[in-house]
């Protein structure tokens, strides 16, 4: 992994490449990371790898045209090439109507909430340890079978604009993401992230998991209908990254967004507040700038019910005529992290709220049926559950999650006080989230399979 001298020395040879060529603007950023795996299953370690990579990415201006590429370390010398190539691509095409120059640099930036966590640079060993401790707090739990994965992240980054903007900055992260067993049906599932490899608990999240997929055995079908349900957090969270990449503006400017004409209009109940925060203590990513050198801040996206804020880059924030507020992107704008604010109510008073409905532990291959409507369809499993009078009955299996993102959280009837934040492969829009459980009724379901 290079560090930061030596990644503003290859940025400033890169700069004079594109110099040559004649842009009316660039910026070119620099990511190097190393990253670290342990994978497990059949409760043993199956694979360790390490992976040492180097990116550079070029933007460039000209003629109110854009174009952007990447190569890896080893591809330096095709840059100039490259350039060339994108600048012939986007000669015949039109100037962009929202095309506005590359930022100047702000006066202050925020500081970093926290810096590397020296433990997963210096103490890679402690990855095999978390990784036993999940096993042996499932099997513990009375799981058959444990799985699962840890990744834990290390970079240093560099952006360099023609407007002068020059900085740096550095990143840690980890995730822990496992899987109980206790036959081929039942199954349970919990993750967690975090900045920080202290923040890892492994027992916590290993034993619910084992849980789940021991109350799952006792598993039966259930009839297609509306049904109140809890979302567990990592649910949430999947749901949550569908609300993320609907408030780009690029997505709502494309109608490829359910949050189209909402601005300023309530969309959920007072309760939830959403927000992005790229500078969130133990963040799972921590930004100060984004990628067009504007200094990040804390967004609401969704504010007592309202939503607050599109998520902009400068093109967006001219199309819109709104403030460019730190969501680059260079082609399009995207969230940071997630934060969902916690509500009051424990995990027995969501069941007694629901009443009588189900409990939904894992929601993948989330697809959308009409992004515009925001009607979609999931798989759900690793723990989906039948409640009556407040307390589990049994599992559930033969379900599909089927209804649409504006009905469900306008259902929102109650949030959980208890947070964790997640992060792992299959969320939708790829975003961390920092959220509790949430209970909604007349939650959508259809049938699986026939």
Same mark, same amino acid.
């Given at each position: 992994m290079l560090n930061e001298n030596e990644l503003f020395s290859l940025a400033d040879e890169v700069e004079e490449m594109i110099k040559k060529i004649g842009v009316d603007g660039y910026a070119i950023s620099l990511y190097s990371s190393l990253s670290r795996q342990v994978?497990?299953?059949?409760?043993?370690?199956?694979?360790?790898?390490? =992976?040492?990579?180097?990116?550079?990415?070029?933007?460039?201006?000209?003629?109110?045209?854009?174009?952007?590429?990447?190569?890896?370390l080893s591809s330096k010398d095709l840059i100039p090439d490259m350039a060339r190539r994108s600048l012939e691509a986007i000669k015949n095409a039109p100037p962009r109507k929202?095309?506005?120059?590359?930022?100047?640099?702000?006066?202050?930036?925020? %500081?970093?909430?926290?810096?590397?966590?020296?433990a997963l640079r210096e103490n890679p060993e402690r990855l095999l340890d978390i990784a036993k401790e999940a096993i042996d707090s499932g099997l513990s739990e009375g799981a058959k079978k444990?799985?699962?994965?840890?990744?834990?992240?290390?970079s240093n980054g560099v952006l360099i604009t023609s407007t002068r903007f020059r900085d740096s900055s550095s990143l840690s992260n980890v995730y822990l993401d496992v899987r109980a067993f206790t036959s081929k049906e039942a199954t349970?599932?919990? %993750?967690?992230?975090?900045?920080?490899?202290?923040?890892?608990?492994?027992?916590?999240?290993?034993?619910?998991?084992?849980?789940?997929?021991?109350?799952?055995?006792?598993?039966? %079908?259930?009839d297609p209908g509306k049904y109140n349900t809890i979302f567990t957090i990592d649910a949430t969270a999947s749901l949550m990254n569908l609300v993320g990449g609907s408030a780009s503006a690029y997505a709502v400017d494309a109608g490829f967004s359910f949050l189209i004409n909402k601005l300023g209009n309530k969309i959920a109940p007072e309760k939830l507040i959403l927000e992005d925060n790229p500078l969130l203590h133990n963040g799972f990513v921590i930004r100060t700038f984004d990628d067009e050198g504007v200094p990040t801040k804390v967004i609401n996206i969704i504010n007592k019910g309202v939503l607050e804020n599109y998520l902009h880059n400068r093109f967006t924030a001219k199309k819109f005529n709104m403030e460019h507020n730190a969501h680059a992107g260079w082609l399009s704008p995207h969230a =940071?992290?997630?934060?969902?604010?916690?509500?009051?109510?424990? =995990?027995?008073?969501?069941?007694?709220i629901i009443n009588k409905g189900l409990i939904v532990s894992n929601a993948t291959y989330i697809r959308y049926q009409n992004y515009m409507a925001g009607t979609f369809s999931a798989v759900i499993r690793d723990g989906v559950f039948y409640v009556e009078n407040g307390e589990i009955k049994h599992a559930v299996k033969g379900l599909r999650l089927s209804d649409s993102m504006p009905n469900i959280l306008n259902n929102i009837v109650e949030i959980g006080k208890h947070r964790r934040q997640v992060f792992h492969w299959w969320l939708e829009s790829n975003l961390p989230v920092l959220t509790p459980p949430i209970a909604v009724k007349d939650v959508g379901y259809t049938k699986a399979f026939s």
């Open positions: 994978r497990f299953a059949a409760n043993k370690i199956s694979v360790t790898k390490t =992976w040492d990579e180097t990116e550079i990415s070029v933007l460039i201006d000209k003629d109110e045209r854009v174009a952007a590429f990447s190569v890896g929202d095309y506005t120059p590359l930022p100047e640099p702000a006066s202050s930036y925020p %500081s970093p909430p926290g810096g590397v966590d020296q444990m799985a699962g994965t840890i990744i834990a992240n290390v349970g599932h919990a %993750s967690i992230a975090s900045r920080i490899l202290s923040d890892i608990k492994a027992d916590e999240v290993a034993s619910l998991a084992a849980r789940d997929a021991k109350i799952s055995q006792n598993i039966k %079908s259930l =940071w992290e997630l934060v969902v604010y916690p509500g009051e109510a424990s =995990w027995d008073e969501l069941l007694e």
